[in-house]
């Protein structure tokens, strides 16, 4: 069984972003051990230059996260035409290590438009893995309210097919 690493962009309890990684753990429960990440606010800011033994407990703890998963999905929001300081904050605490290369890779942008942070983690995230993503493990789903109801469920026919095929697509 796959191991996939999903990682919540969203500093906000019960986000849009954590209900999809939701969505999708309930959809691959069978295929695959979905461990959704949002503790990305317990992470220290980013401090270039420690080596490997002085780096934070919980920078470590996130560290070994991503080395031992098959794959790293990440869903995010946008926040002022950008990444979240917080995922950002995350991904820069892999850039001395080799944790993400040639890992695989898939990122979702829910937003109420989502380009900027789009185009920004697609770029982030093929430099850390060392590799472009491919389109099938990328989505951007703008004006993600009007697909989730007030009970949390996503609504929208289409998107649920988006999110299981890019899962699908990533778990094999």
């Not at 209900?19 to 980013?46: G, H, R, T």
């Not at 470590?60 to 002022?80: C, G, H, Q």
Request: with cysteine; proline share 4%; glycine share 6%.
């Amino acid at each position: 069984m796959k191991h996939l690493f999903a990682i919540s962009g969203s500093t906000k309890t019960n986000s849009s972003n954590e209900k999809i990684l939701a969505f999708i753990s309930d959809q691959f429960k069978e295929e695959a051990n979905i461990e959704i990440y949002s503790c990305l606010k317990e992470l220290p800011y980013f401090e270039p230059g420690l080596n490997e033994d002085q780096l934070p407990e919980k920078v470590k703890e996130f560290l070994s996260k991503i080395n031992a998963a098959d794959a790293i999905l990440i869903s995010t929001p946008e926040y002022v035409f950008s990444l979240p300081g917080i995922l950002k904050n995350g991904l820069e605490w892999t850039v001395a290590s080799t944790v993400l290369s040639d890992k695989a890779v898939g990122i979702i942008v829910a937003a109420a438009s989502g380009e900027k942070a789009f185009e920004s983690l697609e770029l982030i995230m093929s430099t850390l893995t060392q590799s472009p993503i491919a389109p099938e493990r990328k989505l951007l789903i703008k004006g993600i309210g009007k697909y989730i109801d007030g009970s949390g469920q996503i609504t929208d026919k289409n998107i649920k097919a988006q999110l299981i095929s890019l899962t699908k697509h990533l778990l094999s």
